[in-house]
């Protein structure tokens, strides 16, 4: 796995609280890891800071699963 | 009551009468203080009463860009902003038949627009420090009505409505908003009444007299303390009893 995919799956651990082994790149963060429409607005705010980039309203309704995250991240970061 | 210490707070309104109430009581409880308001020079005598643990920050809530930058100001001197009190107000009476759009649109972007524009920025940092105080100042006639302030009691309903919404959606992260809502206090923009409109006005207050700004500013003392965190969508009536909610 990628620095990012890591980086990535560590926020989601820490903000939804959820086992690390049940994070993979097709959990859906509200279907599958429990987390509300509130938990996904943090979840972005959390990715934001950590990779220094700014995603957009339209694009964060876009990601629902850890694999969306990551992939706008790795097009976007620095 | 509860001790603010560390915590910083931002008083919209703070050159008014009971702007600066609030900003005193919260900065007695220990609380950082950002005094915002259009009038410099109010605001830095009151900071410079204070003493430690203030900043000035003027601001026009009628310039939405001047509102977008606030509390990255506030962030940017305090260091953090854990307490918003939206409490600047402005009026433009007039009956609802000859009220010219402006006035209208003038009260609604800086009574609720602004207030909005505010917590929303605010609600960031609260939400990550899972902590956070939004008192916004409503009136009784958002709830009553009044002939000639369509547009204030719309803003001032409106701001109740948002406190409602907002606050259910914050809820889980300790995060609160409530309203407090005064009735007839007495301020410089009360001072204009004479005598005879005073009394007519103390004859419909229980009470028999018109609040003090410290009135006000001692129930946003405790919305915005610790003890207050299962207090949340509310709206505290401090209004001596004129009109019972």
């Given amino acids: 796995m990628s620095d990012i995919a890591e980086r990535v799956k560590k926020i989601v651990v820490e903000h939804l609280g959820v086992e690390e082994s049940k994070v993979n790149e097709n959990s859906s963060f509200i279907d599958d890891l429990g987390a509300d429409s509130l938990d996904t607005v943090e979840l972005v705010m959390a990715f934001e800071e950590e990779f220094g980039c700014e995603i957009p309203d339209d694009a964060a309704e876009k990601i629902v699963t850890v694999k969306n995250a990551i992939d706008f991240i790795s097009e976007n970061a620095d | 009551m509860s001790d603010l210490s560390g915590k910083s707070a931002l008083v919209t309104g703070a050159s008014g009468g009971i702007g600066a109430a609030i900003a005193r009581q919260l900065h007695g409880m220990g609380a950082s203080v950002a005094l915002s308001g259009t009038r410099i020079e109010p605001l830095e005598a009151l900071a410079a009463e204070l003493g430690d643990r203030t900043a000035v920050t003027p601001c026009n809530l009628g310039d939405g860009e001047a509102v977008a930058g606030l509390i990255g100001q506030v962030e940017a001197a305090l260091g953090q902003c854990d307490i918003v009190i939206n409490?600047?107000?402005?009026?433009?009476?007039?009956?609802?038949?000859?009220?010219?759009?402006?006035?209208?649109?003038?009260?609604?972007?800086?009574?609720?627009?602004?207030?909005?524009?505010?917590?929303?920025?605010?609600?960031?940092?609260?939400?990550?420090?899972?902590?956070?105080?939004?008192?916004?100042?409503?009136?009784?006639?958002?709830?009553?009505?009044?002939?000639?302030?369509?547009?204030?009691?719309?803003?001032?309903?409106?701001?109740?409505?948002?406190?409602?919404?907002?606050?259910?959606?914050?809820?889980?992260?300790?995060?609160?908003?409530?309203?407090?809502?005064?009735?007839?206090?007495?301020?410089?923009?009360?001072?204009?009444?004479?005598?005879?409109?005073?009394?007519?006005?103390?004859?419909?207050i229980p009470a028999g007299r018109m609040g003090a700004p410290d009135d006000i500013a001692a129930a946003v003392a405790y919305l915005a303390s610790n003890e207050a965190g299962y207090v949340t969508g509310q709206t505290l009536h401090v209004n001596g009893g004129m009109a019972m909610l």
């Fill in chain 2, 87 to 204: 409490n600047a107000g402005v009026t433009r009476d007039g009956l609802a038949m000859r009220m010219k759009d402006e006035d209208w649109d003038t009260v609604l972007a800086v009574d609720l627009t602004a207030a909005f524009k505010l917590s929303r920025a605010a609600l960031r940092g609260m939400m990550k420090r899972r902590w956070g105080r939004i008192v916004n100042i409503t009136s009784v006639v958002g709830h009553s009505g009044n002939p000639g302030q369509a547009n204030y009691a719309a803003a001032k309903a409106g701001l109740a409505g948002m406190t409602r919404s907002m606050a259910a959606e914050v809820a889980a992260r300790g995060i609160t908003v409530n309203c407090v809502a005064p009735g007839f206090i007495d301020t410089p923009m009360t001072d204009v009444l004479n005598d005879k409109q005073k009394d007519g006005i103390n004859e419909r």
